[in-house]
């Protein structure tokens, strides 16, 4: 459930040469198919369509039921879908897509990375759906949670709904907090300095940190946009995450580090072990996704009692989205991207969306999702997750370049000479620029 790892060089240096040698997307996205259900019921055989997602074990399993319900209440239509491997950039369903769209043979919809949506729009493969959402009774833009869209949308044109969405939030535990006498947790980096030093206690083995950060390019957005700075320039052709303003989080947390305030983990599960770290009590506090509040919950028990709250701000406020759009492809026939619309907007819709949300812990994506008695119970039993809909209002889009996925690579080898050797913040940052430069180019 969390926002998957973009870290093979050579899949993000392909993904960011998709659009090369593509068409431009059509301005009115030509071949729409028809708003409203399938009417292939008529027919003697059903239109099949193909769907390729890319998260596995239980989250597979949950999608291959709710497809046969569609399936079941849907006879004019056949939704056949099949796990491809990791829908990250890096990812086998991704690599699996280019090598698809090459050889003129895409599925007819698909799972798509959030951070990857401007690959694959600017690659003129993809339906335009604007004109599709603005008619639909369930899919109307309007009809979403405020900043959920963000990643859906290319040159201001709606490619992607939402599918499964996810952002970092703050974990903390609220055992430690009483016994260190603070009453809430911290809401800007001034008091998360501050709450870590007083969190932090023991030695060695028996060391508890005041905050461990994610060496992670994803809650690297959030720092730099958050801390006053900018990814990439407003042209999207130079790097500017190396600036002053870019910069100050990071170099806080850095300190924090040095100073032995926070601990950092490091190898090819990082991730998983930092937050193991926060369920075994060795850290007070870390940023992780809201997809990890179901591993947390089931970790923790009743050891202690924690919570999850807003990330902490800068300047200001910047939320990056996480998580997977649907999309459909122009190579479907009229029929299959007919149908295809169908299943997203089934999947949407509150009932299935609430479904899907309080089975697998993804945010839930459409306004009316709240008021719904089931995710209100939900809620109630799982307050967490308030925060995750909380930040949707904060959430600020990646810089929408096709070559965005080539300038994260160069960062996450920075973040972790940043992290993992204690290298200079503002140096390291500006060779990782330099190097986005040359892919930008």
Partial sequence: MKRDRLWKSGALLALGLVATGCGAPAANGGGQPETGTSRAAASSQPVTITFWYGVGTTLSQDI??????????????????????????GGEEQQKLLAAIKAGDPPTLAQIEVH??????????????????????????????????????????YYGVPFNR???????????????HIASPPSNWTELVADAKKLTSG???????????????????????????????????????????????????????????????????????????????????????????????????????????????????????????????????????KAAWTFIQWWTAPKQSVKWSTETGYLPVQKADLNDPVYQAYLEKHP???????????????????????????????????FDEGKPVAATMHQAAQAADQNLG
Wanted: net charge negative; charged share 15%; proline share 8%.
């Fill in 64 to 89: 291959q039921q709710m497809v046969q319900e569609f399936n079941q209440t849907h006879p004019g239509i056949k939704v056949v879908a099949t796990y491809q491997g990791s829908y990250s950039g």
């Fill in 384 to 418: 967490q997750y308030r925060t995750a809909i909380e930040e949707l209002r904060y959430e600020h889009p990646s810089p929408a370049s096709p070559a965005y996925l080539a300038v994260l690579q160069p960062v996450q080898q920075a973040l972790q000479g940043i």
């Fill in 166 to 180: 996810s952002v970092p939030v703050l974990y903390y535990n609220k055992t430690l907090f009483a016994k260190a």
């Fill in 116 to 157: 990857a949506m401007p690959v694959f729009a600017a690659s003129g493969q993809l339906l335009d759906l604007t004109q599709l959402m603005q008619s639909s009774s369930v899919d109307k833009p309007s009809n979403f949670l405020p900043g959920i869209l963000v990643s859906t949308q290319y040159q201001g044109r």
């Fill in 203 to 337: 030695a060695g083995s028996n060391k508890i940190y005041g905050f461990e950060p994610l060496v992670d390019w994803w809650p690297w957005e959030y720092a730099v946009e958050s801390g006053g700075g900018s990814i990439l320039s407003p042209d999207l052709r130079r790097a500017t995450f190396d600036q002053p303003p870019a910069l100050s989080i990071l170099e806080t947390e850095q300190s924090l580090v040095k100073q032995g305030y926070a601990k950092v983990e490091t190898g090819p599960n990082y991730w998983d072990l930092m937050t193991q770290d926060f369920i075994n009590g060795q850290v007070a506090m870390d940023i992780d996704s809201i997809g990890s509040a179901g591993k947390v919950t089931k970790g923790v028990g009743d050891k202690f009692q924690w919570g999850t709250a807003l990330l902490p701000r800068g300047k200001t406020l910047a939320v990056p989205p996480g998580g997977g759009d649907l999309v459909i492809f122009k190579d479907a026939t009229p029929a299959q991207q």
